[in-house]
């Protein structure tokens, strides 16, 4: 399966104006004074969060909830932490609190948008992404946000419109170059891909996002090189992303360096073990070195994990057929046939 751009959602914390104490250690100090400060306890929380330590922040969000229920900031940013542990459900709830709390909160309607976009629920996400839009027509983050749900439904020119939109609004948001390079990309449009993934990573040299894209596009235009060392750099930025090491792998198979893309690939599905692509992937990788055997149970992992997955077993065919069980590897390919008669062989 060749690599993939993506449409990434931003969330937003809400963090109040800049007060004298704002390192942890100082606002510590400041809460030993004045235990009952909501306002410091939403501080530190945000401090903890930037620090990574989410389950401190989500604590001083919860202390800062219980001094004084009505602050609507606090349960957006608790939402913004659950989410961060991938607790969607639980970032949902607290946005909805924020929202009832403040039913004009943009930032949270926007958040709860990306909640339920990454549940896959569509039809609520574009609901909040326009609810944001309407309390604030130059909330730039917003029109961002619903661009990268219409990119990832595949409709590409509202998307575009909507990343314009938010590029008008605030030419240094690098998000919304990133994913309007990605959408540019599915279009095939290159230079213009290439274009924008240059801003974004101008704009944002630390954005594992923007280098991933631009590896994708390099990546197509078969400069395997330039890909590897944008993949380098999205996996130094997030380690723990699969799809970077999945998509590194491709490009090493396409140098044909096949031991290096089989490290990549086995370093996704350790990270994420129900990666059908990169199963499939790793198949290839094996076949390819004439290791059948291993080959074979790839493919059968990657269609086990996605029945629907008929690259899979279209290839464990193949293998099949190389391996000398030629009755086995027709029945794959009949079957493949069936649930994508468009495969060839």
Request: overall charge neutral; some cysteine.
């Given at each position: 399966?060749?690599?993939?751009?993506?449409c990434f959602?931003a969330?937003?914390?809400h963090?109040l104006p800049k007060?004298?104490?704002?390192?942890i250690?100082d606002?510590?100090?400041?809460?030993?004074?004045d235990?009952k400060?909501?306002?410091?306890?939403?501080?530190?929380?945000?401090?903890?969060q930037?620090?990574?330590?989410?389950?401190?922040a989500i604590?001083?969000f919860?202390?800062?909830?219980?001094?004084?229920?009505?602050?609507a900031?606090?349960?957006?940013?608790?939402?913004m932490?659950?989410?961060?542990?991938?607790?969607i459900?639980?970032?949902?709830a607290?946005y909805g609190?924020?929202?009832?709390?403040?039913?004009?909160?943009?930032?949270?309607?926007?958040n709860r948008?990306?909640?339920?976009q990454?549940?896959?629920?569509?039809?609520?996400a574009?609901?909040?992404?326009?609810?944001?839009?309407?309390?604030?027509p130059?909330?730039?983050?917003a029109y961002?946000?619903?661009?990268s749900?219409?990119g990832?439904?595949?409709?590409?020119d509202?998307?575009?419109?909507?990343?314009d939109?938010?590029?008008r609004l605030?030419?240094?948001?690098a998000?919304?170059?990133?994913?309007?390079g990605s959408?540019y990309t599915?279009?095939?449009?290159y230079?213009?891909?290439?274009?924008?993934?240059?801003?974004?990573?101008r704009?944002?040299?630390?954005?594992a996002?923007?280098?991933?894209?631009?590896?994708?596009v390099?990546s197509?235009?078969e400069?395997?090189?330039?890909?590897?060392?944008?993949?380098?750099?999205?996996i130094r930025?997030?380690?723990?992303?699969?799809?970077?090491?999945?998509?590194r792998?491709?490009?090493?198979?396409g140098?044909n360096?096949?031991?290096?893309a089989?490290?990549?690939y086995s370093?996704?599905?350790?990270?994420?073990?129900?990666?059908?692509?990169?199963?499939?992937?790793?198949g290839?990788?094996f076949a390819?070195k004439?290791?059948?055997?291993?080959?074979?149970?790839?493919?059968?992992e990657?269609?086990?994990l996605?029945?629907?997955?008929?690259e899979?077993?279209?290839?464990r065919?193949?293998?099949?057929?190389?391996?000398?069980?030629?009755?086995?590897g027709?029945?794959?390919?009949?079957?493949?046939?069936?649930?994508?008669?468009?495969?060839?062989e």
């Amino acid at each position: 399966m060749p690599a993939q751009p993506f449409c990434f959602t931003a969330g937003e914390r809400h963090i109040l104006p800049k007060r004298k104490t704002t390192t942890i250690e100082d606002l510590t100090k400041s809460l030993a004074l004045d235990p009952k400060a909501a306002y410091a306890f939403n501080s530190r929380g945000l401090a903890y969060q930037a620090k990574g330590d989410v389950d401190r922040a989500i604590a001083d969000f919860d202390k800062a909830l219980q001094l004084d229920p009505n602050l609507a900031f606090a349960a957006n940013n608790r939402g913004m932490a659950y989410q961060a542990k991938g607790d969607i459900d639980r970032a949902i709830a607290d946005y909805g609190e924020a929202i009832s709390l403040n039913p004009t909160y943009a930032i949270a309607h926007n958040n709860r948008g990306g909640a339920y976009q990454i549940k896959g629920d569509y039809v609520r996400a574009i609901a909040d992404y326009d609810a944001a839009i309407r309390i604030d027509p130059n909330y730039a983050r917003a029109y961002d946000s619903r661009g990268s749900l219409y990119g990832n439904k595949g409709d590409q020119d509202r998307a575009i419109a909507d990343y314009d939109q938010a590029i008008r609004l605030d030419p240094g948001l690098a998000h919304a170059y990133a994913n309007r390079g990605s959408v540019y990309t599915d279009k095939q449009d290159y230079d213009h891909a290439l274009a924008d993934l240059d801003q974004a990573i101008r704009l944002d040299p630390g954005s594992a996002q923007a280098y991933y894209n631009r590896g994708v596009v390099y990546s197509i235009k078969e400069d395997y090189d330039r890909a590897i060392a944008d993949y380098d750099q999205a996996i130094r930025l997030q380690p723990r992303l699969p799809i970077a090491l999945n998509n590194r792998g491709l490009a090493y198979l396409g140098k044909n360096e096949i031991d290096r893309a089989v490290a990549d690939y086995s370093e996704a599905i350790r990270l994420n073990p129900r990666f059908s692509v990169a199963f499939n992937n790793r198949g290839t990788a094996f076949a390819r070195k004439k290791d059948y055997s291993r080959a074979i149970a790839d493919y059968t992992e990657a269609f086990r994990l996605d029945p629907s997955y008929a690259e899979a077993l279209f290839r464990r065919g193949v293998v099949r057929r190389l391996n000398g069980d030629r009755a086995s590897g027709d029945a794959d390919i009949v079957a493949a046939k069936k649930i994508d008669p468009d495969l060839i062989e």
